[in-house]
C-alpha cells in the first residue's frame, strides 16, 4: 500500500518560510514516475490546489494566491517532493497535503485526478 508522508509544517511568522517535503513509505513507489500535487484546507474551508508537478519535472502549475512565492521541486535520488513557501502570509495557514496521481501525465489541479494522499501537515503563519 503506497503510503505518502508528509513534514516540514510548523508555526512561522509572516514574511517567513517553509519548506515541505513529501516521501512515499511501506511500497516502492517511486515519485519521479508521477504527477505530484500539493493541496492544503484551513479550518471549515474546502481543500484547495496549490501545487502540481508533472513526472518529467518540466511542467508545474501553481494557484494564483502563491505564484511567485511557492516553489514545487522533486530530488528523484531522494524519491521526495518539495513545497519552498516564501514570504508567507497568514492567510497560508492550513493544513497541507501531499498527493500522487497513478496515471496522469500533464500536471493537474484537479483534486479527484489524485490517487494517494498523504496524512497532511500543519503549517500556522502568524502575523
Known amino acids: 500500500q503506497v503510503q505518502l508522508v508528509e513534514s516540514g509544517g510548523g508555526l512561522v511568522q509572516a514574511g517567513g518560510s517553509l519548506r515541505l517535503s513529501c516521501s512515499a513509505s511501506?511500497?516502492?513507489?517511486?515519485?519521479?514516475?508521477?504527477?505530484m500535487g500539493w493541496f492544503r484546507q484551513a479550518p471549515g474551508k474546502e481543500r484547495e490546489f496549490v501545487a502540481s508537478l508533472s513526472w518529467s519535472g518540466r511542467n508545474t502549475d501553481y494557484a494564483d494566491s502563491v505564484k511567485g512565492r511557492f516553489t514545487i521541486s522533486r530530488d528523484n535520488a531522494k524519491n521526495t517532493v518539495y513545497l519552498q513557501m516564501n514570504s508567507l502570509k497568514p492567510e497560508d495557514t492550513a493544513v497541507y497535503y501531499c498527493?500522487?496521481?497513478?496515471?496522469?501525465?500533464?500536471?493537474?489541479?484537479?483534486?479527484?485526478?489524485?490517487?494517494?494522499w498523504g496524512q497532511g501537515t500543519q503549517v500556522t503563519v502568524s502575523s
Open positions: 498527493a500522487a496521481d497513478e496515471d496522469g501525465v500533464v500536471v493537474t489541479t484537479h483534486k479527484n485526478e489524485y490517487d494517494y
Open positions: 511501506g511500497h516502492t513507489f517511486s515519485l519521479s514516475s508521477h504527477v
